[in-house]
């Protein structure tokens, strides 16, 4: 176990709340599995091309409850107006802007957990902490179990169409950084719809450090929309992992956008157990100076007639390294299935690097599957086509690798969203060289 | 405007151009012909200064700047504009929105003020009635999945948006059917002004006949071995370029006012 580990494991409460018997057992196995693993290291196949030496060299110490009371700082605006928002500070809930629509519930972790809402608790211990033969693989999840307190519920009932509404992370700057934890619970009941953005953003240099997990439960007919934009400091670490669980016909978009952030990983797994499921999750990702994005996609298909879609774009430059997996799995008796995965990265430098993995298993019969992933350059006869017409050499290599971009953010429904987004991928977009 | 004295340019260490002269004033339209491989296009790739074309000797003053000094977006900037034979596809990058932001990239340069989308599509909307184009070019990503015809019309409606002092057409009659042919050829016609240089490159006569040069000169080998009016391109038409190796331009002339003194 590595020392970062160590220290990590001495600070988990022995006890960290007066819950009932499930939880304080939920949170006393996991802490078990992290004081025994630890964290994750190289020789876990899932992180074998992320490391987590910027942590170590930082120093990121746990945060636990009690050294982080949340002050009167208040998180930037949304992208765009919400008539629901919910700022998230280091991990806690902070307040609600706006009112709920009728039929949607929500709370902060805490007071879900104290009121024992109806489906949580096997929400909670739906979480696998054994994905790969070895636990340490899994070790961010079992330190978020083991701290489980902080966080949302989100419940949406039966055939309610609860629009849409943002969650606003924000991340303090602190002289010794903290690493918080949080859960997000989603439930989203029989035929009801909703939307959610979520925004991450530092509100100084030199931020705190989060890892959240992300847990969705789509009943028959659901319908989540997930937008996620995240443009932390370059000194944060960023571990996020989704979990989303879709039954009979439901639907599932995730749209997510990396802009920043010095450490990101995000595991992002949607298991189709009902028939006629769909999952389409699409992604881009810019780095530049010494950024590490690593992301993970993986549909279960375990139930026949299910679609999935995996397109995800790449730009990275300077020294920046970014990681890919996709990885599909047909089930035995997931028969007419459908799984399409594409993944494209420009390298816009020599010392840039893209490691990029599609992964595909079928043990269904009748299934229509393609993937594949690509590493280029920027195609050089359109540079000087752009530069012919009056651009300069950077702008004509931005406007194409924006556009490379842009066909992730032309996913997004709302058109204003769209462009605000384009927009800011514009602003960050690495330089050649 | 555009004076080229003794150019020549390397492609990949070989020799294309060989020491080509020429001088255009403005509001003058020059043809360039030649047979495949003489080098037309290597010139309009030159002065628009594409990477790879290694300028080995000579000068090219353009409104007394030296035009080689520049990078292409400033060559651009100061007035030049390429016409493309192959216009390239830019998926993802819309139509409006690059020529816009080339536009202004080019005002920006001559300390003119930005236009905004409201002014820009005001803009838009006069330069395609004059050139008799409808608007769905402009809603598609640059050139991708148009026809040859559209591609070859998007150049000269870019042409006409940003208004260049000196305009090269290269092969822009390439591939085209003689209904996109003569919208092209309008277009061009209507860029005429006594302001404007071009030099409409091309390997047929036929465009010459919808766009009358006031110059027409042959490029063989890397230069220029014989100018005339626009009468010399109906020559070239009739006799080919074969007598390039048969004596010269001596021959040509010899032959064509023979077979006139026939008729």
């Given at each position: 176990m590595s020392e970062l580990s160590t220290q990590w494991a001495e600070k988990i409460p022995p006890g960290i709340g007066t819950g009932p018997a499930w939880l304080e057992n939920l949170r006393s196995s996991a802490a078990e599995q992290f004081r025994t693993y630890g964290l994750p290291n190289r020789k876990d196949e899932a992180w074998k091309y992320t490391g987590l030496r910027m942590l170590d060299k930082s120093g990121v110490q746990l945060a636990t409850q009690i050294e982080s009371p949340v002050s009167g700082l208040s998180n930037s605006t949304p992208l765009v107006e919400f008539d629901l928002t919910v700022n998230m500070l280091d991990g806690q809930f902070l307040g609600q802007i706006g009112e709920l629509p009728a039929g949607m519930t929500l709370l902060p972790m805490a007071d879900a957990l104290r009121r024992n809402v109806p489906g949580l608790k096997e929400l909670l211990g739906s979480l696998d902490m054994s994905r790969s033969k070895k636990a340490s693989s899994d070790g961010f999840s079992a330190l978020n179990s083991a701290m489980l307190g902080d966080g949302l519920l989100i419940h949406v009932a039966s055939g309610v169409d609860a629009g849409r509404f943002c969650i606003n992370w924000a991340t303090r700057a602190c002289e010794n950084p903290l690493l918080f934890n949080s859960r997000i619970c989603v439930i989203v009941e029989q035929g009801a719809k909703l939307e959610l953005l979520e925004q991450f953003e530092s509100l100084a240099g030199n931020a705190n450090s989060s890892n959240i997990v992300f847990q969705v439960s789509l009943s028959e007919g659901a319908s989540l929309t997930h937008i996620r934009f995240q443009n932390e400091d370059e000194n944060a670490a960023l571990i996020t992992r989704t979990e989303v669980a879709q039954h009979a016909e439901s639907e599932y978009t995730y749209i997510g956008f990396d802009l920043g952030g010095g450490l990101v990983r995000h595991d992002l797994h949607s298991d189709l157990?009902?028939?006629g499921a769909i999952a389409d999750l699409n992604g881009a990702y810019l780095l530049d100076g010494q950024r590490h994005v690593d992301n993970h996609a993986r549909v279960d298909h375990k139930a026949p007639g299910g679609l999935s879609k995996q397109y995800f774009r790449g730009v990275a430059g300077g020294e920046g390294r970014a990681v890919f997996n996709t990885a599909v799995c047909v089930h035995p008796g997931a028969d007419g299935t459908e799984a399409r995965q594409s993944n494209g990265n420009i390298l816009l430098s020599a010392r840039a690097v893209v490691n990029t993995k599609p992964e595909l298993e079928i043990y269904a019969d009748e299934v229509v599957a393609s993937h594949g992933a690509t590493v280029g350059q920027l195609d050089e006869q359109a540079v000087f086509y752009l530069q012919t017409r009056g651009l300069s050499e950077t702008e004509a290599r931005q406007m194409l690798t924006t556009a490379f971009c842009r066909s992730v953010s032309d996913k997004l429904s709302d058109p204003v969203l769209r462009e605000i987004i384009a927009d800011r991928m514009m602003d960050v977009m690495p330089h050649a060289g | 405007m555009l004076k080229i004295n003794n150019l020549h340019a390397t492609v990949a260490g070989k020799?294309?151009?060989?020491g080509l002269n020429l001088e255009i004033n403005a509001g003058e339209i020059h043809a360039i012909m030649g047979p495949n491989g003489a080098g037309k296009s290597t010139l309009g790739y030159v002065l628009a200064g594409?990477?790879?074309?290694?300028?080995?000797a000579g000068e090219v003053i353009f409104n007394g700047k030296n035009?080689?000094?520049?990078e292409p977006d400033e060559r651009a900037c100061e007035g030049v504009f390429l016409a493309f034979q192959y216009p390239v596809e830019i998926p993802g990058v819309n139509n409006t929105y690059f020529l816009r932001a080339a536009l202004n990239a080019q005002r920006k340069y001559r300390g003119e003020p930005e236009l905004d989308s409201v002014g820009f599509l005001r803009l838009v909307r006069e330069k395609l009635k004059v050139l008799h184009i409808?608007?769905?070019?402009?809603?598609?990503?640059?050139?991708?999945?148009?026809s040859g015809g559209e591609k070859k019309r998007n150049e000269i409606f870019q042409m006409a948006v940003l208004e260049p002092m000196l305009a090269v057409l290269d092969e822009t009659d390439s591939g085209l059917d003689i209904d996109a042919l003569k919208t092209v050829a309008e277009g061009v016609n209507r860029l005429r002004s006594p302001d404007r240089g071009m030099i409409v490159v091309t390997h047929y006569q036929r465009l010459l006949d919808y766009i009358v040069p006031d110059k027409v000169h042959v490029l063989a080998d890397g230069k220029l071995v014989a100018t005339g009016g626009a009468d010399l391109a109906l020559k070239l038409e009739e006799q080919g370029y074969a007598w390039l190796e048969d004596g010269g331009i001596a021959s040509l002339d010899a032959e064509t006012a023979g077979r006139t003194a026939s008729q």
């Amino acid at each position: 176990m590595s020392e970062l580990s160590t220290q990590w494991a001495e600070k988990i409460p022995p006890g960290i709340g007066t819950g009932p018997a499930w939880l304080e057992n939920l949170r006393s196995s996991a802490a078990e599995q992290f004081r025994t693993y630890g964290l994750p290291n190289r020789k876990d196949e899932a992180w074998k091309y992320t490391g987590l030496r910027m942590l170590d060299k930082s120093g990121v110490q746990l945060a636990t409850q009690i050294e982080s009371p949340v002050s009167g700082l208040s998180n930037s605006t949304p992208l765009v107006e919400f008539d629901l928002t919910v700022n998230m500070l280091d991990g806690q809930f902070l307040g609600q802007i706006g009112e709920l629509p009728a039929g949607m519930t929500l709370l902060p972790m805490a007071d879900a957990l104290r009121r024992n809402v109806p489906g949580l608790k096997e929400l909670l211990g739906s979480l696998d902490m054994s994905r790969s033969k070895k636990a340490s693989s899994d070790g961010f999840s079992a330190l978020n179990s083991a701290m489980l307190g902080d966080g949302l519920l989100i419940h949406v009932a039966s055939g309610v169409d609860a629009g849409r509404f943002c969650i606003n992370w924000a991340t303090r700057a602190c002289e010794n950084p903290l690493l918080f934890n949080s859960r997000i619970c989603v439930i989203v009941e029989q035929g009801a719809k909703l939307e959610l953005l979520e925004q991450f953003e530092s509100l100084a240099g030199n931020a705190n450090s989060s890892n959240i997990v992300f847990q969705v439960s789509l009943s028959e007919g659901a319908s989540l929309t997930h937008i996620r934009f995240q443009n932390e400091d370059e000194n944060a670490a960023l571990i996020t992992r989704t979990e989303v669980a879709q039954h009979a016909e439901s639907e599932y978009t995730y749209i997510g956008f990396d802009l920043g952030g010095g450490l990101v990983r995000h595991d992002l797994h949607s298991d189709l157990l009902g028939p006629g499921a769909i999952a389409d999750l699409n992604g881009a990702y810019l780095l530049d100076g010494q950024r590490h994005v690593d992301n993970h996609a993986r549909v279960d298909h375990k139930a026949p007639g299910g679609l999935s879609k995996q397109y995800f774009r790449g730009v990275a430059g300077g020294e920046g390294r970014a990681v890919f997996n996709t990885a599909v799995c047909v089930h035995p008796g997931a028969d007419g299935t459908e799984a399409r995965q594409s993944n494209g990265n420009i390298l816009l430098s020599a010392r840039a690097v893209v490691n990029t993995k599609p992964e595909l298993e079928i043990y269904a019969d009748e299934v229509v599957a393609s993937h594949g992933a690509t590493v280029g350059q920027l195609d050089e006869q359109a540079v000087f086509y752009l530069q012919t017409r009056g651009l300069s050499e950077t702008e004509a290599r931005q406007m194409l690798t924006t556009a490379f971009c842009r066909s992730v953010s032309d996913k997004l429904s709302d058109p204003v969203l769209r462009e605000i987004i384009a927009d800011r991928m514009m602003d960050v977009m690495p330089h050649a060289g | 405007m555009l004076k080229i004295n003794n150019l020549h340019a390397t492609v990949a260490g070989k020799e294309i151009l060989k020491g080509l002269n020429l001088e255009i004033n403005a509001g003058e339209i020059h043809a360039i012909m030649g047979p495949n491989g003489a080098g037309k296009s290597t010139l309009g790739y030159v002065l628009a200064g594409r990477e790879g074309y290694e300028v080995t000797a000579g000068e090219v003053i353009f409104n007394g700047k030296n035009l080689l000094e520049l990078e292409p977006d400033e060559r651009a900037c100061e007035g030049v504009f390429l016409a493309f034979q192959y216009p390239v596809e830019i998926p993802g990058v819309n139509n409006t929105y690059f020529l816009r932001a080339a536009l202004n990239a080019q005002r920006k340069y001559r300390g003119e003020p930005e236009l905004d989308s409201v002014g820009f599509l005001r803009l838009v909307r006069e330069k395609l009635k004059v050139l008799h184009i409808g608007d769905e070019l402009l809603h598609r990503a640059v050139n991708e999945g148009f026809s040859g015809g559209e591609k070859k019309r998007n150049e000269i409606f870019q042409m006409a948006v940003l208004e260049p002092m000196l305009a090269v057409l290269d092969e822009t009659d390439s591939g085209l059917d003689i209904d996109a042919l003569k919208t092209v050829a309008e277009g061009v016609n209507r860029l005429r002004s006594p302001d404007r240089g071009m030099i409409v490159v091309t390997h047929y006569q036929r465009l010459l006949d919808y766009i009358v040069p006031d110059k027409v000169h042959v490029l063989a080998d890397g230069k220029l071995v014989a100018t005339g009016g626009a009468d010399l391109a109906l020559k070239l038409e009739e006799q080919g370029y074969a007598w390039l190796e048969d004596g010269g331009i001596a021959s040509l002339d010899a032959e064509t006012a023979g077979r006139t003194a026939s008729q």
